[in-house]
């Protein structure tokens, strides 16, 4: 097991939609984690990708959102992969490693497949749980414990952003600090 290292990592936020948000159970609290740990990545120099399902029945990311995303690749399958996430991934060198920092809407829907999908495709992925809502909070729990025994890592905001930081003697430590207060 290895830490984080943000040279070597991507951001993907799956499905922050401004009709699915509303629906979400804990949902404002949910993208306020996602909108840190954007910021937290945007500042550390990571890449930032989003996703929306069907954006013409469910809307658009919340502005918080797509603002902070490098990209935004829109789609059907509930697996983003399915849909050419995998081309948008700045992590084609193989010899980077690859890791993959997720978090996203439904938790147990495309969060879940879209997660897999990475994972399928020999990506080490951390999964946000703080970041990651569905209707209901048990739905949310099961998501979670099903991509834990899938073999993806489920983390914290916080967790992600002092292993991306590494020490406090990083150059922008005192930021980051900032934004996760």
């Known amino acids: 097991m290895r830490l984080l290292d943000p040279a070597s990592s991507v951001l993907v936020l ?3 939609q401004q009709r699915l948000l509303p629906a979400i159970h804990n949902g404002p609290e949910v993208l ?7 910021e937290v990545a945007r500042e550390l120099g990571v890449s930032v990708i989003g996703t929306e399902q069907y954006p013409k029945g469910l809307g658009p990311n919340e502005d918080a959102i ?3 995303c490098e990209a ?12 050419g996430l ?3 991934l700045p992590l084609a060198d193989s010899k980077a490693p690859r890791n993959v ?9 495309c969060l879940l497949q879209t997660a897999l999908g990475l994972l399928t495709a020999d990506l080490k992925v951390w999964v946000i749980a703080q970041a990651c809502g569905s209707r209901t909070a048990e739905n949310q729990q099961l998501a979670m414990q099903r991509l834990r025994q899938a073999g993806a890592e489920i983390v914290s905001v916080e967790m ?5 930081l590494r020490s406090s003697t990083n150059e922008r430590f005192k930021r ?3 934004l996760l207060k």
């Open 101 to 109: 920092v997720i978090a996203g809407c439904e938790a147990h829907v």
């Open 86 to 88: 995998l081309d948008l």
């Open 160 to 164: 992600v952003a002092f292993e991306w």
């Open 14 to 16: 799956v499905d922050y």
């Open 176 to 178: 980051v600090l900032a």
């Open 72 to 83: 935004t690749l829109s789609k059907t399958h509930f697996d983003a992969c399915a849909d």
């Open 32 to 38: 306020a984690q996602a909108v840190r740990i954007a």
């Open 66 to 68: 797509r603002q902070r």
